[in-house]
Nanobody, 124 residues
């Protein structure tokens, strides 16, 4: 059974950093395309970042240079390092996987495995 469990969210001041984790079980995330998505209060779920089986990483333009997606294959865990956080980064963050490709990874409706989410609040 595929399971994804996120952790690492919390309250941080603007300009601060957080590292989110997504522990996977039931499959090997190093051979899967994995993504992070987020949903801000009152807004739609949006794709944030992805990493393919080759380790190539992908980001939305607003996250480039601030967020880093990476994985630890030995721990079967996906991470999202978030630096220089802004109030507009406040959201519930989810990791996800599914029958997707690099071409379709930004289409969040195609993902069929999701974690429960972890809340990130950026506020002074």
């Amino acid at each position: 059974e595929v399971q994804l469990v996120e952790s690492g969210g919390g309250l941080v001041q603007p300009g601060g950093s957080l590292r989110l984790s997504c522990a996977a079980s039931g499959f090997s995330l190093s051979t899967s395309l994995m993504s992070w998505a987020r949903q801000a209060p009152g807004k739609r779920l949006e794709w944030v970042s992805g990493i393919d089986s080759d380790g190539t990483t992908y980001y939305t333009d607003s996250m480039k240079g601030r967020f880093t997606i990476f994985r630890d294959s030995a721990k079967n865990t996906l991470y999202l390092q978030m630096n220089n956080l802004k109030p507009e980064d406040t959201a519930d963050y989810y990791c996800a996987t599914g029958p997707i490709t690099v071409a379709t990874m930004r289409s969040i409706q195609l993902y069929n495995y999701w974690g429960q989410g972890t809340q990130v609040t950026v506020s002074s």
